[in-house]
């Protein structure tokens, strides 16, 4: 069990204790009762003992229940930045924030990339199957989508993603994702696996010059 606590406190058998003074208001909470730290100040403690995909495992679960708040998750690492759990929690929360790009900043951001990287001559704003696609090689059938949030926040989108990729593979149309987190990561490596995807799939309708 491990407690922390505002001022020092004595050690006690079978419980750990913390002392900070950075805890305010918004760093407490109750749970039927018992005073505890909020999700935010509990995650960047664990932060320091957890396993890095346990910690981002944490973060997911505290989505899932809705209890995910980045503007607090922020404060918290504002405030803390000598905490030894800081730098491993804002690496988990990368994923999570805003992208740089908008949609149309990111289709156009990927299409001067693949150009400049010699990909072969992409259209935008393509319809197939009542679908429009981001990114299209006709010739080829294939379709890269630009995500521009990492999370659907709902189930109904993410189910709807999976039926129109469902419909979009019965047309014929191999698909694949890029978020504008990760093109704005690595974009060389990103436009890289791209032109692979489209030799190999180019070689699967025979079309290898």
Do not use: C
Not at 20 to 34: C, H, P, Q, Y
Not at 109 to 118: N, Q, V
Not at 140 to 149: G, M, N, P, S, T
């Amino acid at each position: 069990m491990h407690v922390t606590t505002p001022v020092p406190r004595k050690r006690r058998d079978a419980v750990r204790i913390h002392h900070s003074r950075k805890l305010l208001d918004a760093d407490r909470a109750l749970a039927e009762g018992i005073p505890v730290t909020a999700v935010p100040r509990t995650a960047l403690d664990l932060a320091a003992v957890l396993r890095f995909r346990s910690l981002r495992r944490l973060i997911r679960r505290s989505e899932e229940l809705e209890v995910f708040d980045l503007a607090e998750f922020r404060s918290v690492l504002d405030r803390n930045r000598g905490h030894r759990g800081f730098h491993r929690l804002e690496t988990a929360l990368a994923i999570y924030e805003p992208p740089r790009f908008t949609r149309s900043e990111l289709e156009r951001e990927f299409l001067r990339s693949a150009e400049a990287a010699g990909l072969p001559p992409a259209v935008a704003a393509f319809n197939v199957a009542g679908y429009e696609l981001d990114v299209y090689w006709p010739e080829l059938r294939f379709a890269v989508e630009l995500d521009v949030y990492a999370t659907h926040g709902g189930h109904e989108p993410f189910e709807e993603d999976r039926i129109r990729d469902e419909d979009l593979k019965l047309a014929g149309v191999e698909l694949t994702r890029v978020t504008g987190r990760r093109f704005e990561r690595e974009p060389r490596e990103v436009v890289e696996r791209v032109a692979r995807l489209l030799d190999q799939r180019r070689a699967q309708l025979g079309l290898d010059a």
